[in-house]
C-alpha cells in the first residue's frame, strides 16, 4: 500500500515536474555540469520518519544553504552579544554577494555573503594570520555540527572546493572590505577558506529535511535525539531565515510561502515549519535570484497544498493517538444473536480504534496516517474516535478522507466517531464551499463525495457498523484470522 503522504508528495513533484526554466549556476564549472533534470523532495517530520521521493539520495553541495549553519554555529560559540555587536539582523533586499554592511559598517545579516563569512571568521582566532591548521580545525568543528544536524556524517566535493578557492574573487573582496571596515577582526584569507570550504560539503535532501527538522524541533535532531543546538539559537536562525533566507525574493516568499527557507546556487532549498518539520528540495535549475526553480514551485505547493505556511497554523500543538484497542473488551453490540454473535466474538481483534486528540493539523494527520499504515495488516476496520479533537483543518479532513479511499482499495472500512460533529461540520463546509484544495483526490478517485465517510455520533455506533461490514464480508468465506 503506497503511503498516503507519499501519494501527496508525489503528486506535488508530478505537478512541478515541467518546470524546466533557469539555468544552472555557471560561475564554477563543477556547478555547470550537474544534471539539469535532477528533482528530489524529502520531508523530516517530528519523530523523524523521513518521506523520500525523486534524487533524494542524489549528492550536492550545500553553498548558501551553510549560512543558517555556521550562523548557528558561532552564536553557540561565541554568544548572542559578540554575534549580535558584529553581524545584522535586517533584510538586505539585495542580491546574495552585494557588499551590503549597515550604517555601523556591520554586514546586515547573516544570509547575505558578507554576513556568513563574518560568521565563519568568528569561528577562528580573532587573530591577524592563522595557519592552515588552525582552518582545518575549525573546518572539523564545522563539519561535526553540520553532521551532528543532519544525522550522518558529511564530506567535502573536493573539486567544488577547489574551484571555489580558485574563482573567488568578489568573495575576497567582501572579506577584504570587512577588514578595511575594522568588522573582520582575523585572517581573511583563513576567514575565506573556511567559507568555501563549508559551501562545498555534500548533502542530500533527506539530509537537508532532518537538519530542518532538528531546527524545527528546536535544536534537538529527530533521529539521534541529540541536542545540537540551543532552543534560542534555532529561534534565532528561524528569524533570520524568515526575513533573509530567500534573498531579495523574501518578502515574496514570507507571503506566498510563509516557510523560514535558504536556498544555495547548488540547486537546494531547506525549508522548516517550526515546530513541525523539515523539508529539502532539490532542482539545479535556479531562478534569476539564484533560487531553484523548482524547488521554489515545490515549496508554494507544499505550502498551500498541505496548509504548511507557518502563520497557518492555529496553535501550537500536535495530534497524538492517545490510545489503540480493538474490541476484545466490548460486548458484541446486542442486535445480533446466534451464528453471527458467534462468528462476531471471534474477530474483535478486527477491529481497532485509534483515539486521538490534540488539533488536527498536516502534522497530527500524517502522524495518525502513518500509523494506521503500519498497523493494516492488523484490522479489517478502523474506528477513529476524535471526540478529544478540537479542530481538522481542510488538509486533515482531506487526508482522513483520503485515508477512507486507501482502505475502502485494500477491501476495509474506515469509521470515524465524532461526537461534536467536527468532521461533519467541516464535511458542511465542503459543501457549500468546495474543497479547499485538490489533495483529498489522490490516486486518480474523483471528486469527493462528502457523504462519503461513515461518521458516527456514537462509539456503540461505529461499533454495529464495523461488525455488519465483517458479517458482509466474512460471514459465508471467512478472511485471516
Ligand atoms: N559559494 C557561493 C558563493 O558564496 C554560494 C552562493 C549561494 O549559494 O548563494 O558565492
Same mark, same amino acid.
Given at each position: 500500500?503506497?503511503?498516503?503522504?507519499?501519494?501527496?508528495?508525489?503528486?506535488?513533484?508530478?505537478?512541478?515536474?515541467?518546470?524546466?526554466?533557469?539555468?544552472?549556476?555557471?560561475?564554477?564549472?563543477?556547478?555547470?555540469?550537474?544534471?539539469?533534470?535532477?528533482?528530489?523532495?524529502?520531508?523530516?517530520?517530528? +519523530?523523524?520518519?523521513?518521506?523520500?521521493?525523486?534524487?533524494? %539520495?542524489?549528492?550536492?553541495? @550545500?553553498?548558501?544553504?551553510?549560512?543558517?549553519?555556521?550562523?548557528?554555529?558561532?552564536?553557540?560559540?561565541?554568544?548572542?552579544?559578540?554575534?549580535?555587536?558584529?553581524?545584522?539582523?535586517?533584510?538586505?533586499?539585495?542580491?546574495?554577494?552585494? @557588499?551590503?554592511?549597515?550604517?555601523?559598517?556591520?554586514?546586515?545579516?547573516?544570509?547575505?555573503?558578507?554576513?556568513?563569512?563574518?560568521?565563519?571568521?568568528?569561528?577562528?582566532?580573532?587573530?591577524?594570520?592563522?595557519?592552515?591548521?588552525?582552518?582545518?580545525?575549525?573546518?572539523?568543528?564545522?563539519?561535526?555540527?553540520?553532521?551532528?544536524?543532519?544525522?550522518?556524517?558529511?564530506?567535502?566535493?573536493?573539486?567544488?572546493?577547489?574551484?571555489?578557492?580558485?574563482?573567488?574573487?568578489?568573495?575576497?573582496?567582501?572579506?577584504?572590505?570587512?577588514?578595511?571596515?575594522?568588522?573582520?577582526?582575523?585572517?581573511?584569507?583563513?576567514?575565506?577558506?573556511?567559507?568555501?570550504?563549508?559551501?562545498?560539503?555534500?548533502?542530500?535532501?533527506?539530509?537537508? %529535511?532532518?537538519?530542518?527538522?532538528?531546527?524545527?524541533?528546536?535544536?534537538?535532531?529527530?533521529?539521534?535525539?541529540?541536542?545540537?543546538?540551543?532552543?534560542?539559537?534555532?529561534?534565532?536562525?528561524?528569524?533570520?531565515?524568515?526575513?533573509?533566507?530567500?534573498?531579495?525574493?523574501?518578502?515574496?516568499?514570507?507571503?506566498?510561502?510563509?516557510?523560514?527557507?535558504?536556498?544555495?546556487?547548488?540547486?537546494?532549498?531547506?525549508?522548516?515549519?517550526?515546530?513541525?518539520?523539515?523539508?529539502?528540495?532539490?532542482?539545479?535549475?535556479?531562478?534569476?535570484?539564484?533560487?531553484?526553480?523548482?524547488?521554489?514551485?515545490?515549496?508554494?505547493?507544499?505550502?498551500?497544498?498541505?496548509?504548511?505556511?507557518?502563520?497557518?497554523?492555529?496553535?501550537?500543538?500536535?495530534?497524538?493517538?492517545?490510545?489503540?484497542?480493538? !474490541?476484545?473488551? @466490548?460486548?458484541?453490540?446486542?442486535?445480533?444473536?446466534?451464528?453471527?454473535?458467534?462468528?462476531?466474538?471471534?474477530?474483535?481483534?478486527?477491529?481497532?480504534?485509534?483515539?486521538?486528540?490534540?488539533?488536527?493539523?498536516?502534522?497530527?494527520?500524517?502522524?495518525?496516517?502513518?500509523? !494506521?499504515?503500519?498497523?493494516?495488516?492488523?484490522?479489517?476496520?478502523? @474506528?477513529?474516535?476524535?471526540?478529544?479533537?478540537?479542530?481538522?483543518?481542510?488538509?486533515?479532513?482531506?487526508?482522513?478522507?483520503?485515508?477512507?479511499?486507501?482502505?475502502?482499495?485494500?477491501?476495509?472500512?474506515?469509521?470515524?466517531?465524532?461526537?461534536?460533529?467536527?468532521?461533519? %461540520?467541516?464535511?458542511?463546509?465542503?459543501?457549500?464551499?468546495?474543497?479547499?484544495?485538490?489533495?483529498?483526490?489522490?490516486?486518480?478517485?474523483?471528486?469527493?463525495?462528502?457523504?462519503?465517510?461513515?461518521?458516527?455520533?456514537?462509539?456503540?455506533?461505529?461499533?454495529? +457498523?464495523?461488525?455488519?461490514?465483517?458479517?458482509?464480508?466474512?460471514?459465508?468465506?471467512?478472511?485471516?484470522?
Amino acid at each position: 500500500m503506497i503511503s498516503l503522504v507519499d501519494g501527496y508528495l508525489g503528486r506535488i513533484m508530478l505537478d512541478c515536474q515541467a518546470h524546466l526554466t533557469g539555468a544552472v549556476a555557471d560561475y564554477i564549472p563543477e556547478l555547470a555540469a550537474v544534471d539539469p533534470g535532477g528533482f528530489g523532495l524529502s520531508m523530516c517530520v517530528h +519523530d523523524g520518519h523521513v518521506y523520500s521521493h525523486g534524487d533524494s %539520495a542524489a549528492a550536492f553541495t @550545500i553553498q548558501s544553504i551553510s549560512k543558517p549553519l555556521t550562523y548557528a554555529l558561532a552564536l553557540g560559540r561565541r554568544g548572542f552579544a559578540t554575534i549580535d555587536a558584529a553581524i545584522g539582523v535586517e533584510p538586505s533586499g539585495e542580491a546574495f554577494n552585494e @557588499i551590503s554592511v549597515d550604517q555601523r559598517r556591520r554586514p546586515k545579516n547573516p544570509m547575505i555573503n558578507a554576513g556568513a563569512i563574518l560568521a565563519a571568521s568568528m569561528l577562528l582566532p580573532q587573530e591577524p594570520t592563522v595557519s592552515s591548521d588552525t582552518v582545518d580545525a575549525a573546518f572539523a568543528d564545522v563539519v561535526e555540527f553540520y553532521s551532528a544536524c543532519a544525522g550522518r556524517r558529511l564530506g567535502l566535493d573536493e573539486r567544488v572546493y577547489a574551484s571555489e578557492s580558485a574563482t573567488g574573487a568578489r568573495n575576497r573582496a567582501i572579506a577584504y572590505m570587512l577588514v578595511s571596515f575594522g568588522a573582520l577582526q582575523t585572517d581573511p584569507d583563513a576567514a575565506i577558506d573556511l567559507y568555501f570550504r563549508q559551501c562545498s560539503l555534500q548533502v542530500t535532501t533527506d539530509d537537508l %529535511a532532518v537538519i530542518g527538522c532538528t531546527i524545527a524541533n528546536g535544536g534537538v535532531n529527530p533521529r539521534t535525539g541529540r541536542r545540537v543546538l540551543d532552543q534560542a539559537v534555532a529561534q534565532r536562525v528561524l528569524s533570520v531565515m524568515t526575513t533573509c533566507g530567500m534573498y531579495d525574493g523574501a518578502g515574496d516568499w514570507v507571503t506566498r510561502v510563509g516557510l523560514p527557507a535558504k536556498s544555495g546556487v547548488g540547486g537546494g532549498i531547506l525549508a522548516i515549519l517550526p515546530g513541525q518539520l523539515g523539508i529539502g528540495v532539490y532542482s539545479p535549475l535556479l531562478d534569476e535570484h539564484g533560487n531553484s526553480v523548482r524547488g521554489v514551485d515545490t515549496c508554494r505547493h507544499l505550502s498551500t497544498d498541505l496548509g504548511l505556511h507557518m502563520f497557518n497554523v492555529a496553535r501550537e500543538s500536535r495530534t497524538t493517538i492517545r490510545a489503540v484497542y480493538d !474490541l476484545g473488551d @466490548i460486548e458484541v453490540s446486542p442486535e445480533w444473536v446466534d451464528r453471527e454473535r458467534v462468528f462476531l466474538k471471534t474477530c474483535r481483534d478486527r477491529v481497532r480504534v485509534y483515539e486521538l486528540q490534540g488539533d488536527l493539523t498536516f502534522a497530527g494527520a500524517e502522524s495518525a496516517v502513518r500509523r !494506521l499504515e503500519a498497523d493494516v495488516d492488523r484490522f479489517d476496520v478502523a @474506528i477513529l474516535e476524535i471526540s478529544r479533537v478540537d479542530i481538522v483543518d481542510p488538509v486533515a479532513r482531506n487526508m482522513v478522507l483520503g485515508f477512507k479511499h486507501v482502505l475502502d482499495e485494500g477491501g476495509r472500512r474506515s469509521l470515524v466517531v465524532d461526537p461534536d460533529g467536527v468532521v461533519r %461540520a467541516s464535511i458542511d463546509r465542503y459543501r457549500d464551499d468546495g474543497p479547499a484544495t485538490d489533495m483529498g483526490i489522490p490516486y486518480g478517485v474523483g471528486r469527493l463525495d462528502p457523504a462519503l465517510p461513515h461518521v458516527h455520533s456514537s462509539m456503540s455506533e461505529a461499533v454495529l +457498523d464495523a461488525e455488519e461490514f465483517l458479517v458482509k464480508s466474512r460471514l459465508i468465506e471467512p478472511g485471516p484470522a
